[in-house]
């Protein structure tokens, strides 16, 4: 692979800490990342942050297409020179958050494959699963701290726990440390796969009040969950509290000890109350 420091000292561009600009430079990193990302010759991949080019190369060899979206307009010419041999590689100058990823790939099924600039890591995940048609995997270079949260589990539940589990099974595949990107971040890295389910892994009334309810749960972490729900919901505590009782649910526990069934039911429980 080409250095990326050799690079974007030849164009005479300094990496900006504020677009989250860590280069990988370790090949077996970059190796690690594709063929996690098990790619078949036919297969559609979108890439977050493209930078240098480094894996948008190796992932132009062994897809069909590649979409590769970056923010930074300084890359161009180092882009456009790096990847002038893959005709299968389209370049989009954009903001990813503003780029309706379905429009891109068209009908075509794809993979997302990113080492993804940390500030939006949690924005970035959301634009993607809230999505009406979600990537068939993901294969994400995130901050480890971010990926163990993601792959949490009831007593440690979070939000974005619940955001990403609802939607795909994740794992942590690998820990990396900081001296695989030039410059180093501050942080241990993690590359994560999730792959999405077709439907989800819990019946829910429908997504938009699965979350309502989540995110009420979650909107007073200190609370219990009974005055967290009904602070979050905007409904009287003894409302909150006998929808916590049709659920089954004790209304002292704490919104992360729930599993992902226990929200559901609790989601069926304010769906026929409002109804
Ligand atoms: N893929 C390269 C690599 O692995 O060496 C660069 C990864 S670097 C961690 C993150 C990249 O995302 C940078 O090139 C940065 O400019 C780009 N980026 C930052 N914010 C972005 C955004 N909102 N949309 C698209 N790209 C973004």
Redesign the pocket.
Known sequence: MTN?KALLDQYDIQP?KS???????DPNTLEKIVTTAELMPDDTVV??????????KVLAQQARHVFS????ER?RPILESELSAYSNVYLVF????KVDVLKLVGARDFVVV???????TSAILRHLLDAHRRPRRLVL?IQHEVAERIIAQPGNLNLLAISVQFYGQAEIVTRLKPGV?WPRPDVDSAVIRIDTFDTPPVDVPNADIFFRVVKAGFSQKRKQLKNALSGGLGIKTKLAGELLDSAGIDPTRRAETLTLEEWASLSHAYASQKA
């Open positions: 990326p900006k677009l989250g600009q860590n280069f990988l430079h890439e977050i942050g493209p930078g240098t080019g480094a894996l948008t979206v970056e923010i930074d890359m954009e903001d990813i958050l990113a080492n993804v600039p940390y500030y939006i270079t990107f």
